[in-house]
């Protein structure tokens, strides 16, 4: 299993980024996928879930702003975020369960001016 995270950056108050996680070893549309964060001093917090169904959850912070979804022809799920605030910043990690948890290599998402 591996999961490999992109399309970080530094962005403006008010700006977008999509990130993507490309997974391989497994088929992530059989398995809940999720995106964390952690920014610094903090602990990793859960930012949003895709079910096996492809019902989404997401944290109280991000609705309306965020949305996850999965192309499982490219066995790859995204995070769409708009609308993005300096308290946004922190690295983002893709995670799946596969008999345990494992973690992307984590990209690092910047909002500032």
């Known amino acids: 299993v591996q999961l490999v995270e992109s399309g970080g950056g530094l962005v403006q108050p008010g700006g977008s980024l999509r990130l993507s996680c490309a997974a391989s070893?497994?088929?992530?549309?059989?398995?809940?996928m999720s995106w964390y964060r952690q920014a610094p001093g903090k602990q990793r917090e859960l930012v949003a879930v895709?079910?096996?169904?492809?019902?989404?959850n997401y944290a109280d912070s991000v609705k309306g702003r965020f949305t996850m979804s999965r192309d499982n022809a490219k066995n790859t799920v995204y995070l769409q975020m708009n609308s993005l605030r300096p308290d946004d910043t922190a690295v983002y990690y893709c995670?799946?369960?596969?008999?345990?948890?494992?973690w992307g290599q984590g990209t690092q998402v910047t909002v500032s001016s």
């Open positions: 070893g497994f088929t992530l549309s059989s398995y809940a």
């Open positions: 895709i079910l096996w169904s492809g019902g989404t």
């Open positions: 995670n799946a369960f596969v008999r345990r948890d494992y």
